[in-house]
């Protein structure tokens, strides 16, 4: 197949975040770069399936590369697990003359896409993008630099209200059933205590390190706790009755997936947007493949690969709180 006959689309699937715009437009640019027709596909998998789906132009994507989210907009789509909705998916893509796919998401969308691929055979290259930083096989997710920078802003922030107010402060943040949200941040914040469901943790034994600490002047506790723990309620209690410090809880929500992406982002979606378009148009082969950075290489891994196992955050890293939980 000639270069100029080949249309490739991009959708963004699953929770947005922050560096998905400037991948969309690195998209659309580098494919007019290469002579390939680029395709703007609305919706996530939902709008596949509803054939949301139209060619770009270079004014789509003009203007967008500092801004947060996803201008294709997102979704979680139940339907893309049953096979009517695939095959309608597919015949969308066969009457746009659509070849290839490039797809960011996170687990959940790699999962449906490695069924659509065991379906129709159709060639794509996904690229990881989850504020959760929890797929198999990368060690970068695209959004995670600019959420571990929403969540630094705000702890700073309610440190300082809970050192005026000699309080403690427990900071959950999310990453679903992963703590590496909370692991990093509680480390590069100078948080007292970090739970995330990686780590046991003994409270009786921080308990007795705070509450001298207390007696010593200490003026405020950050904690920060995962998500995925459920034990934000329980922190607060534990603070209050048991280390002696009148508490506040900060859920920091959806904050932490919003937000202009940081340059590390903007660069990142360029590097893995760049090398998944030089491998859709270097090889004929039917691949479901993803973009994966690994020990700081781009590299290529099959989509079976990255669903095969569950992630799990580095032990060097585990290690840095290993002072937060006993
Ligand atoms: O996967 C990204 C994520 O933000 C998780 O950290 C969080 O648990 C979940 O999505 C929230 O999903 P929703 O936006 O559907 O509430």
Redesign the pocket.
């Known amino acids: 197949m000639k270069k100029e006959d080949i249309s490739i689309g991009i959708l963004t699937s699953?929770?947005d975040c922050a560096g998905m715009n400037p991948a969309i437009k690195k998209f659309v640019d580098y494919c007019f770069d290469m002579k390939v027709q680029p395709y703007l596909i609305y919706d996530g998998l939902e709008g596949l399936i509803d054939g949301k789906i139209k060619k770009a132009k270079h004014s789509d994507v003009a203007g967008i590369i500092h801004e947060g989210g996803t201008r294709l907009r997102s979704s979680?789509s139940k339907r893309f697990f049953e096979l009517k909705y695939r095959k309608q998916a597919y015949e969308n893509l066969l009457n746009y003359g659509i070849d290839k796919l490039v797809i960011l998401g996170?687990d959940g969308s790699f999962r449906a896409l490695k069924q659509f691929h065991d379906d129709f055979g159709v060639s794509f290259v996904g690229i990881p993008a989850?504020?959760?930083n929890d797929i198999f096989g990368t060690d970068y997710c695209l959004g995670v630099d600019t959420a571990l920078n929403m969540i630094r802003f705000a702890t700073d922030a309610v440190r300082d209200t809970s050192a005026s107010f000699r309080r403690g402060c427990v900071i959950e943040t999310?990453?679903?059933n992963c703590g590496y949200l909370a692991l990093v941040s509680a480390a590069t914040c100078g948080a007292e205590v970090c739970i995330i469901p990686e780590l046991e943790y003994d409270l009786d034994s921080l308990c007795a390190k705070l509450r001298k600490q207390l007696e010593e002047g200490r003026l405020y506790i950050v904690v920060v706790v995962a998500?995925g723990t459920k034990k934000t309620a329980k922190l607060v209690k534990w603070l209050e009755k048991e280390v002696g410090i009148e508490t506040r809880a900060t859920i920091l929500g959806?904050t932490q997936?919003g937000g202009n992406p940081t340059v590390y982002d903007r660069l990142m979606a360029t590097e893995f947007v760049v090398h998944a378009l030089d491998k859709l148009l270097s090889s004929q082969a039917k691949e479901g493949l993803v973009v994966v950075y690994k020990d700081a290489l781009f590299q290529f891994v099959s989509i079976d690969y990255v669903n095969s196992q569950k992630f799990q955050i580095k032990q060097e890293l585990l290690d840095l709180a290993s002072k937060m939980t006993k």
């Open positions: 699953g929770g979680r996170g989850t504020i959760d999310m990453g679903r998500e959806h997936r």
